[in-house]
Nanobody, 124 residues
Framework: QVQLVESGGGLVQAGGSLRLACAVS????????MGWFRQVPGKEREFVAS????????YYAHSVKGRFTISRDNAKNTEYLQMNSLKPDDTAVYYC?????????????????WGQGTQVTVSS
């Protein structure tokens, strides 16, 4: 049974920073491509960032490129999302996701496992 547990969400002022973490258990972490998505009420869950199995390739949504950084530590079975220069539009529940396939993906249906989500609120 694969489990993903996010942490690090909270309330921050616009322009501030947060770092999210996603701890993965149940299988060898390095076999998964990892990603981050986010969702606000009434909207579909949207892609934020993805990272390859050993971290050599990363992809970002246009809206976060240059402000967010995805990374992973395979020795700690954890992926991270460093979020800088946060904006009120970044307010959402953030989910980490894992997929068995090859290479990062922006598609929600490409991911096999999901965490429960962590709330990020950016005040203006």
């Amino acid at each position: 049974q694969v489990q993903l547990v996010e942490s690090g969400g909270g309330l921050v002022q616009a322009g501030g920073s947060l770092r999210l973490a996603c701890a993965v258990s149940g299988r060898t972490f390095s076999t998964y491509v990892m990603g981050w998505f986010r969702q606000v009420p009434g909207k579909e869950r949207e892609f934020v960032a993805s990272i390859s199995r050993i971290g050599g390739s990363t992809y970002y949504a246009h809206s976060v490129k240059g402000r967010f950084t995805i990374s992973r530590d395979n020795a700690k079975n954890t992926e991270y999302l460093q979020m800088n220069s946060l904006k009120p539009d970044d307010t959402a529940v953030y989910y980490c996701a894992a997929r068995n396939g090859f290479g990062p993906s922006t598609r929600r249906d490409a991911y096999d496992y999901w965490g429960q989500g962590t709330q990020v609120t950016v005040s203006s």
